[in-house]
């Protein structure tokens, strides 16, 4: 809830600049920063709108279980390859650490940024996205690399497949991965498929690993599991637009869930 807030809030903010900056088309040279991109501890989610980019940067302490959320409306400066915001936005938080709820305190500030204190979002050279706050100078020794963005829910129902994949890192500090989960199948037979997945930004590809367990109704109405768990390989190519590429032989094009996870 607290997010949905918070990007209400930026909205708003998009809404009330536009008398000073016009509304961006997306350019070539801003495409290249609309990802995810991560640390261990940190996750920066950066998206495209129609006045401009809507960016978060969300840090977490694991040993305290408390965490500190920034979001920003930006634009891209075509001449210094960079996006500035001009609205910001600053809550603080806790977490339960059985439940992963969040609760928030109120926010430290949000509005519209002056001039000197726009922050600034940049790539290295070797792709690296760097992040500079100009409300409080924060940023300057954090880098974040590119994961791709695949967490949510995805489904293909003439397929009969359901997946889930999550990026792990922002509460596990010890841990730089997307947990995939697939099913796939009906109610006579189905797949279960558990891999872990990095990113490949080279590929465009999240390519993931784990173990596959088949299991067959029997004439009791319950599941046998027909042999040992299986090695088992899968890649993953997003398409925009709410799709993505499952790529098989024949390619499998799974849909975003909205609704999130099966009850």
Avoid at 110 to 137: P, Q, R, Y
């Amino acid at each position: 809830m607290m997010k949905k807030l918070l990007s209400i809030a930026l909205a708003m903010a998009l809404l009330l600049a536009c008398g000073a900056a016009p509304a961006e088309e997306q350019s070539e040279g801003g495409k290249k920063f609309e990802s995810n991109w991560a640390k261990a501890g940190g996750l920066v989610e950066i998206l495209y709108e129609e006045e401009g980019y809507r960016v978060s940067v969300d840090l977490f302490n694991q040993s305290e279980n408390t965490g500190t959320l920034w979001e920003y409306a930006c634009f891209y400066n075509e001449e210094k390859d960079v996006l500035e915001s001009f609205s910001s936005l600053k809550a603080c938080y806790t977490v339960d650490p059985q439940t992963l709820d969040r609760t928030f305190v109120e926010n430290e500030y949000e509005g519209i940024d002056d001039e000197d204190a726009m922050s600034v979002f940049s790539l290295t050279a070797d792709g690296a996205l760097c992040w500079k706050d100009g409300h409080e100078n924060l940023g300057q020794d954090l880098e974040f690399t590119d994961i791709g963005r695949f967490d949510g829910v995805w489904r293909n129902e003439e397929e009969e497949i359901y997946a889930e994949i999550w990026w792990r890192g922002l509460y596990d500090e010890e841990t730089y991965y997307y947990d995939v989960f697939i099913s796939r199948g009906g109610t006579e037979q189905y797949a279960n498929i558990s891999m872990e997945g990095l990113y490949s930004a080279e590929s465009g590809l999240l390519e993931a690993s784990g173990t596959a367990t088949v299991m067959v109704r029997n004439a009791a109405g319950s599941y046998d599991e027909t042999a040992d768990d299986e090695i088992f390989e899968a890649f993953f190519r997003n398409l925009g637009d709410g799709k993505l590429l499952w790529e098989t032989d024949n390619g499998i094009e799974l849909e975003y869930d909205i609704m999130g996870p099966e009850s």
